[in-house]
């Protein structure tokens, strides 16, 4: 007599999508949000915007973080991301924003002068689980943030 497995239809639909290890298989998707500390807007000038943009991807991926979408605005970081599911959303926060701070100081000197203790981010953060339903709607959000916010870039140097 044969066995019939049942399987979710999500498990289906997304089968491609699932992060496939020895003895584990799924995805574990979060919207992150943290803020440059004191709420300065640091990242007024698209140069400066590029540069955490380019910090915060290039810590995401030393620590096996996928970035699905992510937003720098003047004031905040907004994205979704795919972190391993050995990591929890706050480990994954920590090696973002310490990551992230060491290398914006690194190539942008003069932040020095606003944040002379090297503590770039605030203590607070935001995080959410997101399922394959949800993912979607949230990326439009994040794509959005200029329209939603009213940012302005300043593109000179």
């Not at 203790?117 to 943030?145: C, D, I, M, P």
Request: proline residues 3%; charged residues 25%.
């Amino acid at each position: 007599m044969q066995k019939q497995i049942l399987i979710s239809g999500s498990y289906e639909k997304n089968i491609n999508k699932y992060e496939k290890g020895n003895h584990h298989v799924g995805i574990s998707m979060w919207e992150f949000e943290w803020c440059p500390k004191y709420r300065y807007k640091m990242f007024k000038k698209w140069k400066y915007r590029k540069l955490a943009e380019a910090c915060i991807r290039r810590a995401a991926s030393e620590n096996k973080i996928k970035w699905i979408e992510l937003n720098v605005q003047p004031d905040h970081v907004q994205g979704t991301a795919s972190i391993p599911l050995t990591m929890s959303p706050s480990k994954a926060l920590q090696f973002l924003k310490g990551r992230s701070a060491f290398l914006v100081f690194r190539f942008h000197e003069k932040a020095r002068l606003r944040y002379p203790k090297g503590h770039l981010w605030a203590r607070g953060r935001f995080a959410a689980s997101l399922g394959f339903v949800q993912v979607e709607v949230v990326n439009e959000y994040v794509r959005n943030q200029d329209e939603h916010h009213g940012t302005v870039w300043i593109m000179e140097d």
